[in-house]
């Protein structure tokens, strides 16, 4: 399989915990994109990577939010000190330098009980 | 900042029947491009159409195809002979000169048997 890979695909856990999650873009592609997604929207921007240099970041991203991609192949994503409010889809898309087209993976939906 | 805005939270349309979902945007970018995904329920964001805001004419793939109206930064998506597997949320997305996409609220399509 040559898509974007997440995981896990789902997650639950208790507020107050700390999660991770992982997401494998396509091979070649050098930009990495983090998106969070509640139900019923559009998803929303988080971050993006270019290699494994973090190049942006939304205001959403508050500092319990954590990201990055060591080696400019896969990245992480970590939420501290988990809250309700992180209850969402988290969605990992990539591409590369000529297409500016980002293909998405399956995202990794989180529950915060 | 740029805004992308889908007016209707759900379509219906008979199976083999044509139906148009619309877009309109806002950006100060000279140089971007405009997208739909579709969602499938429980199912990852697939890449339906891209288009390219310096390219007059308008995308097409297969069944699907936009009306690109540059002027009044409208961008609708027009699928003809709908299929049962065209039920999904559809999702327009601009994208900006750092790369992130930015997203509508998404239009639910119910196919009628």
């Known amino acids: 399989d040559t898509g974007v890979s997440q995981n896990p695909r789902h997650k639950i856990t208790k507020r107050g915990q700390n999660v991770t999650f992982r997401c494998d873009p396509i091979?070649?592609?050098?930009?990495l994109y983090w998106y969070r997604q509640t139900l019923g929207q559009g998803p929303e921007f988080l971050t993006y990577f270019q290699n494994e240099a973090q190049l942006e970041k939304s205001r959403l991203l508050s500092d319990r939010f954590s990201a990055e991609r060591p080696k400019g192949s896969f990245s992480t994503l970590e939420i501290q000190r988990t809250e309700q409010g992180d209850s969402a889809m988290y969605l990992c898309?990539?591409?590369?330098?000529?297409?500016?087209?980002?293909?998405f993976g399956p995202g990794t939906r989180l529950l915060v009980l | 900042a740029q805004t992308v805005t889908q007016s209707q939270p759900e379509m219906s349309v008979q199976e083999a029947e044509t139906v148009t979902l619309s877009c309109t945007y806002d950006t100060s970018e000279s140089d971007y491009y405009l997208f739909w995904y579709k969602q499938p329920p429980s199912r990852q964001m697939i890449l339906v159409i891209r288009?390219?805001?310096?390219k007059q004419q308008n995308a097409t793939e297969n069944r699907f195809s936009v009306n690109f109206q540059k002027a009044a930064k409208s961008f609708s998506l027009k699928i003809s002979d709908s299929q049962l597997g065209d039920a999904a949320m559809y999702f327009c997305?601009?994208?900006?000169?750092?790369?992130?996409?930015?997203w509508g609220a998404g239009t639910k399509l119910i196919i009628k048997p």
């Open positions: 997305a601009s994208q900006d000169s750092n790369y992130q996409l930015i």
């Open positions: 898309a990539s591409d590369g330098q000529a297409q500016e087209t980002q293909y």
């Open positions: 091979s070649e592609h050098n930009r």
């Open positions: 288009q390219e805001a310096y």
